[in-house]
């Protein structure tokens, strides 16, 4: 596995595009992938849609219609609960401390056996 394990809950496979986060596994997007790997890069950093704009595709110009990158990060929050990803406001986004949290001992014991 290709993963980015930050803490021992949540695990992400980037062949497979799967978060394994509170014990079940989400499939993501290669764009919601990407986001997330940019906000865990940069722990307690928030990241502004700008920057993530440029990583996602590549341009500094708002060239797109509309906001591609509030959208990806509506589908995110859908996917991963509202908790796990933070707006600063003013200052753009950053992963939620408790992504970094060690897992429930019950989580933990699972993923030591699989392992």
Same mark, same amino acid.
């Given at each position: 596995?290709?993963? &980015? ?5 949540? !695990?992400?496979?980037?062949? #497979?595009? =799967? /978060? =394994?986060?509170?014990?079940?596994? !989400?499939? &993501? +997007?290669? *764009? ?5 790997? /940019?906000? !865990?890069?940069?722990?307690? =950093?928030?990241? +502004? ?5 440029? *990583? ?24 991963? $609960?509202?908790?796990?990803?933070? =707006? !600063?406001?003013? #200052? $753009?986004?950053? /992963? +939620?401390?408790?992504?970094?949290? %060690?897992? %429930? ?6 993923? &030591? #056996?699989?392992?």
């Amino acid at each position: 596995m290709n993963d &980015l394990s930050p803490g021992f809950a949540q !695990i992400i496979d980037r062949a #497979s595009r =799967t /978060v =394994t986060l509170r014990g079940r596994e !989400i499939r &993501l +997007s290669a *764009r919601e992938l990407a986001i997330l790997e /940019v906000l !865990i890069e940069r722990p307690g =950093t928030p990241v +502004s849609r700008m920057e993530l704009r440029e *990583r996602l595709y590549g341009m500094r110009e708002p060239d797109i219609l509309g906001n591609p990158v509030q959208v990806h990060m509506h589908n995110l929050r859908a996917k991963l $609960g509202e908790d796990v990803i933070q =707006t !600063i406001r003013g #200052s $753009g986004y950053v /992963v +939620s401390a408790a992504w970094f949290a %060690p897992p %429930p001992p019950a989580i933990a014991d699972r993923l &030591l #056996s699989a392992g």
